[in-house]
């Protein structure tokens, strides 16, 4: 695996007035790999995630994304990255083929390249009889490979998934990780928050935030050993069993 860093962060900090969202957090990305970034609700995941898309200025601490820093190269991240949340990732109104133009053109794209890569994406996922419909026609599952699709139309250093498969059935969301694996051999790092813990065993690797904290970071394989079970569901128990913030 190359050595060349996507994300790197020292002590990277979050306070809001005393409230410590994410308290000095130190880990890398690598280029090529699958990062998980889990925990449970109120962990500080998100918080975490916005610093390192360029939203929200850290209280303390160093982070470059993409080569690029988090305090003053925000708008420079924006460029070199992707984002798909489970919340918002496209717009309802619009038809498939608009959002794929509207997210090329908001990712720089020129107007050519938008041209063949709408076509491309729309053969790829199979859309040539849905391309003109109303996104918010789609099944759920077509949504979440859209917007990942667009997230990445771009051909970004490294995309950020929060939750992307959240409400789909397992067969929607083992195509959606074939989709992640192709990203990955085209070069793209992928940086992805999800609470199926299943979906942890396809990281590379894997950080556990409790409480503002990273409790422990490694592979699947090794934080398995390392506590002595047999699924990662039990070494989230195990980490996240004594944490205080929560929904």
């Known amino acids: 695996m190359s050595k060349e860093l996507v994300i790197s962060t020292q002590k990277l900090t979050k306070k809001f007035g005393e409230f410590v969202a994410v308290n000095e957090i130190t880990f890398d990305v690598r280029k090529g790999e699958i990062f998980g970034f889990l925990g449970a609700n109120g962990a500080g995941k998100t918080t975490a995630m916005r610093m390192l898309c360029g939203l929200s200025k850290p209280s303390a601490g160093e982070a470059k994304v993409a080569g690029f820093n988090v305090y003053n190269q925000a708008e420079k991240i924006k460029q070199n990255i992707g984002y798909m949340s489970q919340k918002f990732s ?87 990780w074939d989709m992640i694996y192709q990203a990955v051999d085209d070069g793209i790092t992928v940086f992805v928050t999800t609470h199926y813990m299943d979906e942890a065993e396809y990281c590379d690797r894997i950080s556990m935030m409790v409480d503002g904290d990273l409790a422990a970071l490694d592979s699947p394989a090794n934080l398995k050993q390392k506590f002595a079970v047999e699924s990662m569901d039990q070494v989230f128990y195990e980490l996240a069993r004594g944490a205080k913030r929560g929904d």
Do not use: C, M
């Open 90 to 176: 496209l717009y309802e109104d619009l038809t498939v083929i608009e959002n794929i133009r509207f997210f090329g053109g908001i990712y720089g794209l020129k107007p050519k390249e938008i041209s063949n890569r709408s076509n491309e994406l729309i053969n790829s996922l199979a859309l040539d009889q849905q391309k003109n419909i109303l996104v918010k026609s789609l099944p759920l599952g077509w949504k979440q490979k859209l917007a990942f699709s667009v997230a990445i139309i771009h051909n970004p250093k490294i995309v950020f998934l929060d939750e992307p498969t959240g409400g789909v059935d397992p067969v929607i969301r083992r195509q959606f």
